[in-house]
T-cell receptor, first 114, second 116 residues
Framework: GENVEQHPSTLSVQEGDSAVIKCTYSDSASNYFPWYKQELGKRPQLIID?????GEKKDQRIAVTLNKTAKHFSLHITETQPEDSAVYFC?????????????FGTGTQLKVEL | NAGVTQTPKFRILKIGQSMTLQCAQD?????MYWYRQDPGMGLKLIYYSVGAGITDKGEVPNGYNVSRSTTEDFPLRLELAAPSQTSVYFC???????????????FGPGTRLLVL
């Protein structure tokens, strides 16, 4: 099955700096790559996603890049703010038959320091 | 729309007891999922459903059962609770069209389960 690895496990940045989180996946058939943000005690919420037919997507301060050849994708957050502090999860899925199962990475604890 | 709702929010079970975690969505989504999240870890898929009457196993199905009699509801059943099932359980739903490569999964607020 699919295996998703995520790095780093913790990331501390100064407010205003950029943060980058990287993920690799194992199954070249994966075609959908969402990123979720989870605040302490809350549910995961989608912040951005990318499909295999594009290489980059941006939404204000957040961007995701996908390299299908290398089987890795990255989350970029610019001009970080304290409210960006949370755990971020990457995921990958394959649309096969009737299924669309997400495999999650183990998460990155991002701390934005003042 | 209430989105995805889950009950209860928190439950303590004794070893060997059984319970059903409830999940409902009012967005007319065809796909529904159950995940568990252990402390400091990512989410792991337990079971999922592509529509009423159709369910399939995920990565960690042992010790759990599901049913999907309606589009809206997707309950998760624990028959013989074990300490290893202590976790936070999230239900999610999404709508996938025939040509979708993937669509947003919307998560419920979670159920925190402690088995002692």
């Amino acid at each position: 099955g699919e295996n998703v690895e995520q790095h780093p496990s913790t990331l501390s940045v100064q407010e205003g700096d950029s943060a980058v989180i990287k993920c690799t996946y194992s199954d070249s058939a994966s075609n959908y790559f969402p990123w979720y943000k989870q605040e302490l005690g809350k549910r995961p919420q989608l912040i951005i996603d990318i499909r295999s037919n594009v290489g980059e997507k941006k939404d204000q301060r957040i961007a995701v890049t996908l390299n299908k050849t290398a089987k890795h994708f990255s989350l970029h957050i610019t001009e970080t703010q304290p409210e960006d502090s949370a755990v971020y999860f990457c995921a990958a899925s394959i649309r096969r038959g009737g299924g669309n199962k997400l495999t999650f990475g183990t998460g990155t604890q991002l701390k934005v320091e003042l | 729309n209430a989105g995805v709702t889950q009950t209860p929010k928190f439950r303590i079970l004794k070893i060997g007891q059984s319970m059903t975690l409830q999940c409902a969505q009012d967005m007319n989504h065809n796909y529904m999922y159950w995940y568990r999240q252990d402390p400091g870890m990512g989410l792991k898929l337990i079971y999922y459903s592509v529509g009423a009457g159709i369910t399939d196993k995920g990565e960690v199905p042992n010790g759990y059962n599901v049913s999907r009699s309606t589009t809206e509801d997707f309950p998760l059943r624990l028959e013989l609770a074990a300490p290893s099932q202590t976790s936070v359980y999230f239900c999610a739903s999404s709508y996938l069209g025939q040509r979708s490569l993937g669509e947003t999964q919307y998560f419920g607020p979670g159920t925190r389960l402690l088995v002692l």
